[in-house]
């Protein structure tokens, strides 16, 4: 098993910058890909951003040129450096990350962004 704990939103403006850490502990030898969902209220979840172990990213159209994900396998990190925030940022946003051999996925709890105009 793993555990994930989401840190580093908060209220920013449009056009600001927020990095979300998520720290994985337990079984973190395991772990494959990690990802970056959000949710927005009344809307469901979407993909904001993957990484694999080897460091291969892939982006949501919407946040591309705007957000990066990184991770640190040494700390079982993942982050995600979100720039040139918009309102519709705002959301809920989770981290997740894909154990093997099975594809196991776990969940963190989530940290809220919330981006003003």
């Known amino acids: 098993q793993v555990q994930l704990v989401e840190s580093g939103g908060g209220l920013v403006q449009a056009g600001g910058s927020l990095r979300l850490s998520c720290e994985a502990s337990g079984d973190t030898i395991c772990i494959s890909g990690m990802e970056w969902h959000r949710q927005a209220p009344r809307k469901e979840r979407e993909l904001v951003a993957s990484?694999?172990?080897?460091?291969?990213?892939n982006y949501a159209d919407s946040v591309k040129g705007r957000f990066t994900i990184s991770r640190d396998n040494a700390k079982n990190t993942v982050y995600l450096q979100m720039n040139s925030l918009k309102p519709e940022d705002t959301a809920v946003y989770y981290c997740?990350?894909?154990?093997?051999?099975?594809?196991?996925?776990?969940w963190g709890k989530g940290t809220l962004v919330t981006v003003s105009s």
């Open positions: 990484i694999t172990r080897s460091g291969a990213t």
């Open positions: 997740n990350a894909q154990l093997l051999p099975f594809n196991l996925i776990y």
